[in-house]
C-alpha cells in the first residue's frame, strides 16, 4: 500500500519529510471509510435506520477519497489536513453518541485522532491538534445524543471498534518507532549503503521498487521516491527494457547475479523533474537468499564503459578504413605493375625462341629465361596480390556455374606436374569417377586447387608425396590436398590465412612467395560459403580439407561480398578439427 501511495504523491514534492507526510495522508484517507463503514452499524443498532447508515457510508468515501485526489494533484495539504481532522472529530461525536455516550467502548476512539495525527504530521503541534479535536467530540457527543431515539444501550460488541483501530497501530508499530527515534541507531545495512558509490535499490519479484537508498540524489539527481514502484522502469530507455525484464525473470527463476547496461531517463541541471536525457548506468541484479526476500540491485556509473565502448566502435571504424585503403593502393599498384610485366614476358618470349636471329654467347639465352621465369613469378606475385585486394574490398565477383570437379583436378593436376617431378615428388589424386558435378566460380576453385598443391609441393623435400581427394558428403563437396612435408608448429598456426605472412621454422627465409596462396584460398572458400579446415604436425605433414556447397552460394551468384582476409586471436585448441574460412584463426588437430 505505501508503494501506491508513494505514486500518488504529487512529483514536486521533492522533501522527502513531506513526502512522507503526503503518503501517509493519502493512505490514511484511503482506508478511513473502510473504517467508518464498519462503524457506522452502530446507527443501525441506534435506530436511525438504514437509509441514513448507508448514506452516511457513502459521504465518508466521497469525502475522504476526494481530500486524498486534492492532495496528490496539488501537493499540499494546507486546508485538506485541517478540513480531515474536522471531519474525524464531527464521525467521533455520532460514533460516541450512537454508541451509548461516554459510557461505552467506542468512546476510545477519541485518542485516535492525536495518535493518528501524530502518524501523519510527526510534530508535537499535530498532537496538540488532534487531541483538542478528540476533547471537542468528548464535549459536543453530548448535545448529539439528543438526535437519537430513546433507549440506545451499550453492547459489548463495541469493543470490536476500538481493538480492530489498536490492530491497525499494532501494524504500523516500525513507523511510530521511527517518529519516537527508535530507528536513529544506523544499522550495518545503512552504513554498507552509506558506503558503496552506488544506488542501491529494492524491488519485489515482478520488478516494482520497493526502496531506494539516499545515493540517488547524488548519482542520479532524484529524489529516491520518484523510482519507487514503476519509477525506475518508466525512465529505463525502450530498447533496454527487454533485457531488463529477461534479467528480473532470470533472478525469479534461481539466478544469483544479472548484469547489463541500461541508458536511463535523468533530469539535467536546471531542468524539471520530468525533463533529462538519457545516460548509461550498469545495474547490477542480485537475486534473494529467500523467496519472501526482495529483490536487490545495484546502480553504478555507466559513463566510462559507454566511452571505452565508443572509442573501440571508432577504432575498429579507422581499422576497417585503413584496411580498405590498404587494399586500393594494392590493386592500383598492382595494375601499374602488370602493364610493364607483360611487355618483359613478352619481349623475353620473342628473345627466348630467337625470333631475330640465334645468340652469338649461350650465356645470354640462359639470361633471358631468368629473367622470363623471374617476370612470371612477378606476375603470379601481383595477380595474387590483385585478387586478396579485390576480395578484401568486396570487389571480387563470382560467376558460379555447373562443372565437372574431377576437370578442375585434371587441370591442376597437369598444370602442377612438371613442378612435382622436377623434386621427384609423387603427385597423386583419389577422385571418384561419379563425383559429379559442382556448381561454383570454375576459375576461383581451379585457384584453390592449384594454390593449395603449390603449397603443397613447395613445403615436401624432395622424394615425397602430394595427393589430391574429394567425396560428396549430402549436399556438400569435400576435397582435400594432403602433404608429407614439414608440416606447422601449433604455435603458428594462428598465423596461417593472413596475407604476406610465411610461417618459418628457423630465423632465415627458406622458402619463396609472398605468403598469399593460403590467404587467397581463404578469401575464395568464404566467397562460397565454404569451410577450411587443417590438419598438421610438425614433421607429420599437412591436410587441407575444403567444403563447399554442391548448389553454389545462397543468393549471391555475382554478387560481390567484402571478406574479413585478417585472422584475429591466437587461443589455440588441438582437439578442434574445422574452422570457418574468414571467421578466425585456423586450429591444429589431434
Given at each position: 500500500?505505501?508503494?501506491?501511495?508513494?505514486?500518488?504523491?504529487?512529483?514536486?514534492?521533492?522533501?522527502?519529510?513531506?513526502?512522507?507526510?503526503?503518503?501517509?495522508?493519502?493512505?490514511?484517507?484511503?482506508?478511513?471509510?473502510?473504517?467508518?463503514?464498519?462503524?457506522?452499524?452502530?446507527?443501525?443498532?441506534?435506530?436511525?435506520?438504514?437509509?441514513?447508515?448507508?448514506?452516511?457510508?457513502?459521504?465518508?468515501?466521497?469525502?475522504?477519497?476526494?481530500?486524498?485526489?486534492?492532495?496528490?494533484?496539488?501537493?499540499?495539504?494546507?486546508?485538506?489536513?485541517?478540513?480531515?481532522?474536522?471531519?474525524?472529530?464531527?464521525?467521533?461525536?455520532?460514533?460516541?453518541?450512537?454508541?451509548?455516550?461516554?459510557?461505552?467502548?467506542?468512546?476510545?476512539?477519541?485518542?485516535?485522532?492525536?495518535?493518528?495525527?501524530?502518524?501523519?504530521?510527526?510534530?508535537?503541534?499535530?498532537?496538540?491538534?488532534?487531541?483538542?479535536?478528540?476533547?471537542?467530540?468528548?464535549?459536543?457527543?453530548?448535545?448529539?445524543?439528543?438526535?437519537?431515539?430513546?433507549?440506545?444501550?451499550?453492547?459489548?460488541?463495541?469493543?470490536?471498534?476500538?481493538?480492530?483501530?489498536?490492530?491497525?497501530?499494532?501494524?504500523?508499530?516500525?513507523?511510530?518507532?521511527?517518529?519516537?527515534?527508535?530507528?536513529?541507531?544506523?544499522?550495518?545495512?545503512?552504513?554498507?549503503?552509506?558506503?558503496?558509490?552506488?544506488?542501491?535499490?529494492?524491488?519485489?519479484?515482478?520488478?516494482?521498487?520497493?526502496?531506494?537508498?539516499?545515493?540517488?540524489?547524488?548519482?542520479?539527481?532524484?529524489?529516491?521516491?520518484?523510482?519507487?514502484?514503476?519509477?525506475?522502469?518508466?525512465?529505463?530507455?525502450?530498447?533496454?527494457?527487454?533485457?531488463?525484464?529477461?534479467?528480473?525473470?532470470?533472478?525469479?527463476?534461481?539466478?544469483?547475479?544479472?548484469?547489463?547496461?541500461?541508458?536511463?531517463?535523468?533530469?539535467?541541471?536546471?531542468?524539471?523533474?520530468?525533463?533529462?536525457?538519457?545516460?548509461?548506468?550498469?545495474?547490477?541484479?542480485?537475486?534473494?537468499?529467500?523467496?519472501?526476500?526482495?529483490?536487490?540491485?545495484?546502480?553504478?556509473?555507466?559513463?566510462?564503459?559507454?566511452?571505452?565502448?565508443?572509442?573501440?566502435?571508432?577504432?575498429?571504424?579507422?581499422?576497417?578504413?585503413?584496411?580498405?585503403?590498404?587494399?586500393?593502393?594494392?590493386?592500383?599498384?598492382?595494375?601499374?605493375?602488370?602493364?610493364?610485366?607483360?611487355?618483359?614476358?613478352?619481349?623475353?618470349?620473342?628473345?627466348?625462341?630467337?625470333?631475330?636471329?640465334?645468340?652469338?654467347?649461350?650465356?645470354?639465352?640462359?639470361?633471358?629465361?631468368?629473367?622470363?621465369?623471374?617476370?612470371?613469378?612477378?606476375?603470379?606475385?601481383?595477380?595474387?596480390?590483385?585478387?586478396?585486394?579485390?576480395?578484401?574490398?568486396?570487389?571480387?565477383?563470382?560467376?558460379?556455374?555447373?562443372?565437372?570437379?574431377?576437370?578442375?583436378?585434371?587441370?591442376?593436376?597437369?598444370?602442377?606436374?612438371?613442378?612435382?617431378?622436377?623434386?621427384?615428388?609423387?603427385?597423386?589424386?583419389?577422385?571418384?569417377?561419379?563425383?559429379?558435378?559442382?556448381?561454383?566460380?570454375?576459375?576461383?576453385?581451379?585457384?584453390?586447387?592449384?594454390?593449395?598443391?603449390?603449397?603443397?609441393?613447395?613445403?615436401?623435400?624432395?622424394?615425397?608425396?602430394?595427393?589430391?581427394?574429394?567425396?560428396?558428403?549430402?549436399?556438400?563437396?569435400?576435397?582435400?590436398?594432403?602433404?608429407?612435408?614439414?608440416?606447422?608448429?601449433?604455435?603458428?598456426?594462428?598465423?596461417?590465412?593472413?596475407?604476406?605472412?610465411?610461417?618459418?621454422?628457423?630465423?632465415?627465409?627458406?622458402?619463396?612467395?609472398?605468403?598469399?596462396?593460403?590467404s587467397l584460398v581463404k578469401g575464395l572458400v568464404a566467397l562460397h560459403e565454404g569451410t577450411m579446415?587443417?590438419?598438421?604436425?610438425?614433421?607429420?605433414?599437412?591436410?587441407?580439407?575444403?567444403?563447399?556447397?554442391?548448389?553454389?552460394?545462397?543468393?549471391?551468384?555475382?554478387?560481390?561480398?567484402?571478406?574479413?582476409?585478417?585472422?584475429?586471436?591466437?587461443?589455440?585448441?588441438?582437439?578442434?578439427?574445422?574452422?570457418?574460412?574468414?571467421?578466425?584463426?585456423?586450429?591444429?588437430?589431434?
Amino acid at each position: 500500500m505505501a508503494v501506491g501511495c508513494e505514486r500518488l504523491v504529487h512529483p514536486s514534492v521533492e522533501d522527502e519529510r513531506q513526502r512522507l507526510c503526503q503518503r501517509r495522508f493519502i493512505g490514511a484517507m484511503l482506508a478511513a471509510p473502510f473504517f467508518i463503514a464498519g462503524a457506522a452499524v452502530t446507527l443501525v443498532t441506534a435506530g436511525i435506520g438504514a437509509a441514513v447508515t448507508i448514506a452516511t457510508i457513502f459521504a465518508a468515501f466521497g469525502l475522504c477519497w476526494i481530500a486524498a485526489l486534492l492532495v496528490a494533484a496539488s501537493g499540499t495539504m494546507r486546508w485538506a489536513a485541517p478540513v480531515a481532522l474536522l471531519s474525524a472529530s464531527l464521525v467521533g461525536v455520532g460514533l460516541i453518541a450512537a454508541a451509548g455516550g461516554l459510557g461505552s467502548p467506542a468512546a476510545l476512539l477519541v485518542l485516535a485522532l492525536p495518535v493518528e495525527a501524530l502518524w501523519v504530521a510527526g510534530s508535537r503541534r499535530a498532537v496538540l491538534w488532534g487531541g483538542a479535536a478528540g476533547l471537542a467530540a468528548i464535549c459536543l457527543q453530548a448535545f448529539a445524543a439528543t438526535l437519537f431515539p430513546e433507549g440506545t444501550g451499550i453492547a459489548a460488541w463495541h469493543w470490536l471498534l476500538p481493538l480492530a483501530w489498536i490492530g491497525t497501530v499494532f501494524l504500523r508499530r516500525d513507523g511510530f518507532r521511527a517518529l519516537f527515534g527508535a530507528s536513529s541507531v544506523p544499522t550495518t545495512e545503512t552504513r554498507i549503503e552509506d558506503m558503496l558509490d552506488a544506488v542501491v535499490v529494492r524491488m519485489a519479484r515482478q520488478g516494482e521498487v520497493l526502496d531506494v537508498s539516499d545515493k540517488a540524489h547524488a548519482i542520479l539527481g532524484l529524489a529516491p521516491e520518484l523510482l519507487l514502484g514503476s519509477g525506475l522502469f518508466d525512465r529505463i530507455h525502450l530498447a533496454d527494457r527487454v533485457a531488463y525484464l529477461s534479467a528480473l525473470a532470470d533472478l525469479r527463476e534461481g539466478a544469483c547475479l544479472r548484469k547489463l547496461e541500461l541508458r536511463i531517463r535523468l533530469p539535467q541541471a536546471g531542468t524539471e523533474t520530468h525533463a533529462g536525457s538519457y545516460r548509461c548506468l550498469a545495474l547490477e541484479l542480485m537475486g534473494p537468499a529467500g523467496e519472501a526476500e526482495p529483490f536487490v540491485a545495484l546502480l553504478r556509473e555507466g559513463d566510462v564503459v559507454a566511452d571505452l565502448r565508443e572509442e573501440l566502435d571508432e577504432a575498429n571504424e579507422a581499422a576497417a578504413g585503413a584496411e580498405i585503403a590498404k587494399g586500393r593502393f594494392l590493386a592500383a599498384v598492382s595494375h601499374e605493375l602488370r602493364t610493364p610485366l607483360n611487355a618483359i614476358l613478352g619481349f623475353s618470349d620473342m628473345l627466348l625462341h630467337e625470333m631475330f636471329g640465334p645468340f652469338s654467347d649461350p650465356r645470354q639465352k640462359e639470361y633471358v629465361g631468368l629473367i622470363r621465369e623471374s617476370g612470371q613469378h612477378l606476375l603470379s606475385v601481383v595477380t595474387s596480390i590483385l585478387d586478396v585486394s579485390k576480395i578484401e574490398c568486396g570487389a571480387y565477383t563470382t560467376e558460379p556455374e555447373p562443372f565437372h570437379f574431377a576437370e578442375a583436378v585434371e587441370m591442376c593436376h597437369s598444370m602442377m606436374r612438371m613442378q612435382a617431378e622436377a623434386k621427384a615428388i609423387a603427385l597423386t589424386t583419389q577422385v571418384p569417377a561419379d563425383i559429379g558435378e559442382i556448381n561454383a566460380d570454375r576459375r576461383a576453385v581451379q585457384q584453390i586447387l592449384i594454390n593449395l598443391v603449390s603449397n603443397a609441393v613447395k613445403f615436401t623435400p624432395d622424394g615425397g608425396a602430394v595427393g589430391i581427394g574429394a567425396k560428396r558428403i549430402g549436399s556438400h563437396l569435400h576435397f582435400w590436398v594432403n602433404d608429407t612435408g614439414i608440416g606447422i608448429a601449433e604455435e603458428n598456426l594462428a598465423s596461417l590465412g593472413k596475407p604476406f605472412t610465411q610461417i618459418q621454422n628457423g630465423y632465415t627465409r627458406a622458402f619463396e612467395g609472398a605468403g598469399l596462396g593460403l590467404s587467397l584460398v581463404k578469401g575464395l572458400v568464404a566467397l562460397h560459403e565454404g569451410t577450411m579446415a587443417i590438419e598438421s604436425a610438425p614433421g607429420e605433414g599437412t591436410k587441407v580439407t575444403i567444403s563447399l556447397p554442391v548448389e553454389g552460394p545462397r543468393e549471391r551468384g555475382r554478387e560481390s561480398a567484402v571478406v574479413p582476409m585478417s585472422v584475429t586471436g591466437s587461443g589455440l585448441t588441438p582437439t578442434y578439427k574445422t574452422r570457418e574460412a574468414g571467421n578466425g584463426p585456423l586450429r591444429k588437430t589431434a
